[in-house]
Structures are given as structure tokens and as C-alpha cells.
């Protein structure tokens, strides 16, 4: 177990190095500068700011500039977004807003999509299955931005049980929202992939051995069946939770949440480097350290499961 787990941390740390150079040079290779905008200021002040943060010099030079930083912890500071603002402190002071959200969403939706999941299973071909299937697909289909919007436009507003702004208010009501928008897909899909693991599940023959020894049906789903099932769920929460605890980046925008995935879209339209660079290293880490926790667990969900024969 230990030499799998040194191997998947030295691959983690080749991927994380792969990302960071591609991401660098897709963003040098965009034209244009972080400090023109409408009104222009003075190439003399333009020349000034681009000696300042170093991109005055040649974009290999700059590369071997961020990547020695780097390996020494030093993320750079932001140009534009929050100005001279440590990009190290902006992740860490606006992780914990949009991890908390985060997890809410995620927690519920698995509660949630698995149970809709066993029942869509149980209740194969009945109108159960058929409202819930249709359910799922609508959700996968729509944009997490559209979920946002349509609760946004209906419950929020004078009169409306929600805030509109997410710091317009100290109360348990400014999270309900954020939430469940960011939370309705990954149930939705959850669901689906609950249901089509548990059909399989229900067919297999241990499945039938345990129904001939007389285990009543709930024990049989949720003991025997559900536990071979949520392998392929499993699989996909990995990634999924590391997206969802940094944030959603347009749910984010739409209920002004000072999060993460907010900064990491002014970041962009801002064409701030160091900000788009130390966030995208950050989740890069977080979505392979998930991978590498989802792997382990696998020998928790099925001891059968063998990590080091892994080709």
C-alpha cells in the first residue's frame, strides 16, 4: 500500500507540474495586457507596472520566474483583482466560504441522488421510476447557472423567503439557495448512476442466493446491493467534490458569494496571472488528492479490490 500510495503522490506531483506549465503558456499566448482597459493609462505607466510584476521580460524567463517561486511556496501576488494582495491569502481567506457551501451541496445531493437512485431501482418501469428518470434528466441537461437564475427569480426578492445578495444577511437563509443550485446536478447525476449501478446490482447471483435464504428486500438493497452499487458513484465523487467544495464559479457570481470560484472569474476577465494560476494549482491538487482518498476507499467499499496491481 505504501509504494502505491509514493506512486500516485510523484504522478500527482508530474500532473500538477503539467498543468501549471500548459496553463502558463495558454495565458501568455492570449494577446493583451492585464492594465489596459477602457481608459488607458500612459505606456510610461504600462511600462512601469510590467517591470514591477516581470512581464516586461521574455516569456521563458517569466516561466522559470513563476516555476522557481513555486517549488518555493510562493505563489506571487495579484496584479489586478485585489492589488499587490499575496495570491496564497486570497485562496486561503476565500476557500472556507465556498468549501462550507460546498459541502453542504455535495452532502445533500448524495443523500439525496442515492436514495432517489435505490428507489428509481426498486420501483423499475412504475411511475416512480418514470417521474424520477425524467427528473435526473433535466437536471443533468440544465446549467448550473440557469438553476441558479430560475431560484434566484423565484424565491428571491420583498416578500420572498430569500435574500438576494449573499451578504445581505447573517442568516442560515443566505446558504439554502447557493446550495441547492450548485447541489441539483451532481444529485441528478448521482441518481442516474445510482439507479443504473443498482439494476445491475439486484441482477447479480449473490443477489438472488440472498432473496432464496429469505433476507427480507430493504436489507437485501441497502446492505447487499447498495454496497456493490456505489463503486461507480464512488468513482465519480472524486472529482466532484473537489469542484464543489472550491466552489462553483457561476453560482458564485449569481448570488454574489465572496468565494473562490467568484475570484476566479474576476480573475480572468481581469486578466490577473497569478491569481488564475495559483487557483487553477489549487484545484488541479485538490481533484487528485480526491482521486487518491476515492482510490483508497475502494478497498473500504469492496476488500476484494486489489490497489497494487493496478496497471
Not at 455535495?106 to 420501483?123: E, M, N, P, T
Request: with cysteine; aromatic share 10%.
Amino acid at each position: 500500500m505504501a509504494k502505491y500510495i509514493l506512486k500516485r503522490v510523484l504522478m500527482a506531483l508530474l500532473t500538477i507540474f503539467a498543468i501549471a506549465s500548459l496553463t502558463f503558456f495558454l495565458m501568455k499566448a492570449i494577446p493583451g495586457n492585464p492594465f489596459l482597459s477602457e481608459k488607458n493609462p500612459p505606456q510610461s505607466v504600462i511600462d512601469n507596472l510590467n517591470a514591477k510584476y516581470g512581464l516586461d521580460k521574455s516569456v521563458p524567463e517569466q516561466y522559470v520566474m513563476y516555476m522557481n517561486n513555486l517549488i518555493h511556496g510562493d505563489l506571487g501576488v495579484s496584479i489586478k483583482t485585489q492589488k499587490n494582495y499575496p495570491v496564497a491569502r486570497i485562496i486561503t481567506e476565500m476557500f472556507p466560504t465556498s468549501a462550507k457551501i460546498g459541502a453542504i451541496a455535495i452532502s445533500w445531493a448524495v443523500i439525496v441522488g442515492v436514495l432517489l437512485g435505490c428507489i428509481s431501482a426498486y420501483y423499475r418501469g412504475k411511475a416512480a421510476d418514470s417521474a424520477l428518470r425524467v427528473v435526473s434528466t433535466l437536471g443533468i441537461s440544465m446549467p448550473g447557472f440557469v438553476v441558479a437564475t430560475l431560484l434566484l427569480l423565484l424565491l428571491c426578492g420583498d416578500g420572498k423567503p430569500f435574500p438576494v445578495l449573499f451578504t445581505s444577511t447573517t442568516s442560515w437563509r443566505r446558504y439554502v439557495l447557493p446550495c441547492l443550485a450548485l447541489g441539483f446536478y451532481p444529485m441528478c447525476y448521482i441518481a442516474r448512476q445510482t439507479r443504473t449501478s443498482m439494476l445491475d446490482a439486484l441482477g447479480q447471483e449473490y443477489i438472488k442466493t440472498a432473496r432464496a435464504k429469505g433476507l427480507n428486500t430493504k436489507r437485501i438493497v441497502l446492505k447487499h446491493a447498495l454496497r456493490n452499487a456505489f463503486i461507480p458513484v464512488l468513482t465519480y465523487l472524486g472529482p466532484q467534490i473537489a469542484f464543489t467544495l472550491t466552489g462553483g464559479f457561476v453560482v458564485e457570481k449569481v448570488f454574489s458569494i465572496p468565494g473562490l470560484g467568484r475570484y476566479f472569474v474576476q480573475a480572468i476577465t481581469n486578466r490577473d496571472y497569478p491569481v488564475i494560476m495559483g487557483t487553477t494549482i489549487f484545484l488541479a491538487s485538490f481533484v487528485i488528492i480526491m482521486n487518491l482518498i476515492v482510490d483508497l476507499l475502494y478497498k473500504v467499499v469492496d476488500p476484494r479490490i486489489d490497489l497494487t496491481k493496478e496497471g
